[in-house]
């Protein structure tokens, strides 16, 4: 089977259960520090505590939110290569179903 016969139903079989992750690195580091914004601002409210009396703790847990937004996403797209990687080693040499 042609190698881009196989690497099509690799991708396409590790796609169902590790999908690619499609946002940059940047982007899932922004979205984590927004969802942390809004968990500390409506705990704050919920307890009546000022969220904002400490800004450099805050920075600072913002910035490990920041790393930690990255670091989810090198882990799924190393999940997406082991997948695609075990999928492309398990095809067999038949051409794919059109």
Do not use: W
């Not at 600072?60 to 937004?69: E, I, K, N, Q, T």
Request: some cysteine; aromatic content about 10%; overall charge positive.
């Amino acid at each position: 089977m042609p190698e881009h016969h196989r690497r099509a139903k690799a991708t396409a079989a590790a796609n169902k259960y590790a999908p690619r992750p499609e946002g940059s690195a940047f982007t899932y580091g922004v979205i984590a520090v927004v969802l942390a914004i809004l968990t500390i601002v409506v705990i704050g409210m919920f307890y009546g505590l000022e969220v904002f009396a400490f800004p450099v703790l805050l920075c600072s847990g913002l910035a490990v939110v920041f790393v930690l937004g990255v670091l989810l996403r090198r882990h799924r797209q190393q999940l997406h290569r082991q997948a695609f990687d075990h999928e492309f080693s398990d095809q067999d040499s038949t051409p794919p179903a059109e």
